[in-house]
């Protein structure tokens, strides 16, 4: 799948014929670079010993930890779960994970430069390259990728601002729940995992010409994303069922077909058959986030929504909860929120392929969470909507590129607002 992906991406840097006295390629490649070295600052001191002893920042005190024991357990068969002695790995994509091991394995270099400096530098540099790629091809306006380049390394919530009303201070990065670009290194199984959907994105619309190369790549990118990614892997097969069903194509209902299929082995092989995965619980996000101080914390809508219910004041109810959804759309995207201007052009939408699997892509990856939690640990579902924040960056770029240029300078200086103060919190020497 990463020589898949690192074909496409090859492809994508041959489109790009720089001639520096241009001051457009100048602009982009200085957007790259300071794109590149933001989304590191997360990731890139982890790992390294310091005269306190080896450091760990945020998440990675956890989850980095937690991918450095899985890698080594990756390197014998069959791989151990880390944290129970004993008991064969089940129920998580670890195909990263054995891709870390491999590399490991092959050059030496250690897993710790691998998984906090090597890869994370080498995603965000694929990410540019095959999104600047994807917005030439579907939008043919390249004023429009330098936006959507922007917003795809820089944005971030509207949690800054529930974190001033509240504290008198920047912050608040998930405050509606979803962490954000600054963050997308911090879970990498992620992160390799929007490089392949960024090569399938570039595939799909090829389908209604019923190619049947297109066809075997799809199938193979579709069919292993699961393992990489399973909130990845299911959004991508819905959306290919969803397009076949409405354009009643062949092609697309035959790649779900045999996507599906290599899904379900890798499904079956490495997850326990019997649990229960997803719970339908709607609006566990949005209740929570209104709810919980750590949130958004709107104790009144919390207590509107509560009364309406307990007196049967169903409009009181249904303004709380049309508020409440608002709330959890517009402040997870950000700046991001100018696709919804793109999304009332839905004539437009539907008579375009590419734009209607990017539309229906958007739609499940904030649908599934408003809808439904994971069992066990609820939290993990929101990572649904990183998917939708991504696509949410592409096209808005392009709408703002449309935008009076004052306005669209405002928007670039409030964009990165959110982003920076979480940045800021992995700038100090002492880790959390």
């Given at each position: 799948?990463?020589?898949?992906?690192?074909?496409?991406?090859?492809?994508?840097?041959?489109?790009?014929?720089?001639?520096?006295?241009?001051?457009?390629?100048?602009?982009?490649?200085?957007?790259?670079?300071?794109g590149s070295i933001f989304q590191q600052l997360p990731t890139f001191k982890n790992g390294l010993e310091f005269p306190y002893g080896m450091g760990f920042w945020g998440?990675?005190?956890?989850?980095?930890?937690?991918?450095?024991?899985?890698?080594?357990?990756?390197?014998?068969?069959?791989?151990?779960?880390?944290?129970?002695?004993?008991?064969?790995?089940?129920?998580?994509?670890?195909?990263?994970?054995?891709?870390?091991?491999?590399?490991?394995?092959?050059?030496?270099?250690?897993?710790?430069?691998?998984?906090?400096?090597?890869?994370?530098?080498?995603?965000?540099?694929?990410?540019?390259?095959?999104?600047?790629?994807?917005?030439?091809?579907?939008?043919?306006?390249?004023?429009?990728?330098?936006?959507?380049?922007?917003?795809?390394?820089?944005?971030?919530?509207?949690?800054?601002?529930?974190?001033?009303?509240?504290?008198?201070?920047?912050?608040?990065?998930?405050?509606?729940w979803a962490n954000q670009s600054i963050s997308f290194n911090l879970n990498p199984p992620f992160a390799i995992s929007l490089l392949i959907i960024i090569a399938i994105?570039?595939?799909?619309?090829?389908?209604?010409?019923?190619?049947?190369?297109?066809?075997?790549?799809?199938?193979?990118?579709?069919?292993?994303?699961?393992?990489?990614?399973?909130?990845?892997?299911?959004?991508?097969?819905?959306?290919?069922?969803?397009?076949?069903?409405?354009?009643?194509?062949?092609?697309?209902?035959?790649?779900?077909?045999?996507?599906?299929?290599?899904?379900?082995?890798?499904?079956?092989?490495?997850?326990?058959?019997?649990?229960?995965?997803?719970?339908?619980?709607?609006?566990?996000?949005?209740?929570?986030?209104?709810?919980?101080?750590?949130?958004?914390?709107?104790?009144?809508?919390?207590?509107?929504?509560?009364?309406?219910?307990?007196?049967?004041?169903?409009?009181?109810?249904?303004?709380?909860?049309?508020?409440?959804?608002?709330?959890?759309?517009?402040?997870?995207?950000?700046?991001?929120?100018?696709?919804?201007?793109?999304?009332?052009?839905?004539?437009?939408?539907?008579?375009?392929?590419?734009?209607?699997?990017?539309?229906?892509?958007?739609?499940?990856?904030?649908?599934?969470?408003?809808?439904?939690?994971?069992?066990?640990?609820?939290?993990?579902?929101?990572?649904?909507?990183?998917?939708?924040?991504?696509?949410?960056?592409?096209?808005?770029?392009?709408?703002?590129?449309?935008?009076?240029?004052?306005?669209?300078?405002?928007?670039?200086?409030?964009?990165?607002?959110?982003?920076?103060?979480?940045?800021?919190?992995?700038?100090?020497?002492?880790?959390?």
């Amino acid at each position: 799948n990463l020589l898949l992906v690192v074909s496409f991406c090859k492809e994508y840097l041959s489109n790009f014929r720089f001639n520096f006295k241009d001051k457009f390629n100048l602009l982009l490649i200085g957007l790259i670079v300071a794109g590149s070295i933001f989304q590191q600052l997360p990731t890139f001191k982890n790992g390294l010993e310091f005269p306190y002893g080896m450091g760990f920042w945020g998440p990675n005190t956890h989850d980095g930890i937690w991918h450095i024991a899985l890698v080594n357990q990756l390197q014998t068969v069959p791989p151990q779960n880390p944290i129970f002695s004993g008991e064969t790995l089940k129920n998580y994509h670890f195909f990263y994970d054995l891709l870390i091991a491999a590399t490991h394995y092959l050059s030496g270099i250690p897993v710790m430069d691998l998984l906090f400096r090597f890869y994370p530098i080498i995603f965000s540099l694929i990410l540019c390259s095959g999104s600047y790629y994807l917005i030439r091809s579907l939008f043919k306006d390249r004023i429009a990728a330098v936006f959507s380049l922007y917003l795809i390394y820089f944005s971030g919530s509207f949690g800054w601002i529930v974190e001033y009303i509240k504290f008198k201070h920047l912050g608040g990065e998930s405050a509606f729940w979803a962490n954000q670009s600054i963050s997308f290194n911090l879970n990498p199984p992620f992160a390799i995992s929007l490089l392949i959907i960024i090569a399938i994105f570039q595939l799909l619309p090829t389908l209604g010409k019923a190619n049947k190369f297109s066809i075997i790549i799809l199938t193979i990118l579709s069919g292993s994303l699961i393992a990489f990614k399973a909130y990845a892997g299911v959004l991508i097969l819905l959306t290919l069922l969803a397009v076949g069903i409405l354009r009643r194509n062949y092609s697309y209902i035959v790649t779900f077909v045999t996507s599906l299929a290599i899904s379900a082995a890798l499904f079956l092989s490495s997850f326990s058959i019997g649990q229960k995965l997803m719970v339908f619980s709607p609006f566990w996000f949005i209740h929570s986030m209104i709810d919980s101080p750590d949130r958004v914390g709107w104790a009144r809508l919390s207590l509107a929504r509560e009364a309406g219910f307990a007196v049967g004041n169903w409009f009181k109810f249904l303004s709380a909860e049309a508020i409440s959804l608002t709330l959890f759309i517009i402040g997870n995207l950000g700046m991001r929120f100018f696709v919804l201007i793109f999304l009332f052009r839905i004539k437009t939408i539907f008579r375009n392929n590419a734009y209607l699997i990017l539309f229906l892509f958007f739609v499940f990856s904030f649908s599934i969470p408003i809808f439904f939690i994971q069992s066990g640990n609820p939290w993990n579902t929101i990572q649904f909507t990183y998917y939708g924040l991504y696509v949410a960056a592409l096209v808005s770029g392009v709408v703002i590129a449309r935008l009076f240029f004052p306005i669209a300078a405002f928007i670039i200086f409030l964009t990165p607002i959110n982003s920076w103060a979480t940045a800021n919190g992995y700038l100090g020497y002492q880790p959390h």
